[in-house]
């Protein structure tokens, strides 16, 4: 892994004791993570709010300017900024049920009302971001709405994540951490 780095200093990420965030504000969150070497970019709900967000790296004496409660954090995924962090978004149940199954342990993340729905690796180098979908006849035959037809959304490059201590913009359900290891 050598020269491949998410923070500009040169460390590597740290994701050891990621759950000690879910308590803790937004702006202490940020700082946090930016200690650890990740990426963040503010978000109203779940959109960012900066422009060209995917390439922007806040200084820690800037963060207390973007993040203040109330509003939500993203982790910057993929490219430069990231440099191979990827989220696999499971958007179906039965998808998290099979992920435990068939992906290696890694750090997971979601909301108290659907834990572990995002699975974080490190990729080198990063994949396309790309969603796989039900087909038609079996959306019918699941009697499901098309738009419950994403079954896995991989996130790399040109995307963000929100992640905990966020609250979901809709329900109010809260971001958490699940498991604080990854896997490359």
């Known amino acids: ?9 040169g460390t590597m990420p740290s994701f050891s004791n990621l759950d000690e965030i879910n308590t803790m504000s937004v702006p202490e ?3 946090d993570y930016q200690g650890r070497g990740l990426t963040v970019t503010p978000l109203h709900g779940k959109r ?3 422009r060209r967000w995917q390439e922007r790296y806040l200084s820690e004496s ?10 939500n ?3 910057v995924l993929g490219g430069a900024a990231a440099a191979g962090l990827v989220d696999v978004d ?3 149940p039965v998808a998290v049920d099979v992920a435990d199954l068939l992906l290696p342990d890694t750090v997971k993340s979601g909301r108290m009302k659907n834990p572990r729905s995002h699975h974080w690796f490190v990729c080198d180098p990063a994949p396309p971001s790309r969603r796989y979908f039900l087909t038609k006849p079996m959306v019918d035959r699941l009697m499901i709405e098309s ?13 963000q994540t929100v992640v905990a201590p966020s609250i ?5 359900d809260r971001y958490m951490w699940h498991q604080a290891r990854y896997a490359r």
Request: avoid cysteine; proline fraction near 8%; hydrophobic fraction near 35%.
């Open 90 to 92: 499971l958007d179906n």
């Open 147 to 159: 738009g419950e037809a994403t079954l896995v959304e991989l996130r790399s490059t040109g995307h």
């Open 29 to 31: 969150a940020a700082i």
């Open 48 to 50: 960012p709010v900066l």
């Open 73 to 75: 954090l993203g982790i």
């Open 1 to 9: 892994m050598q020269g491949y780095n998410l923070h500009p200093d």
């Open 62 to 71: 800037e963060l207390p300017d973007y993040f203040v409660d109330g509003r």
């Open 168 to 172: 979901h913009p809709v329900d109010g």
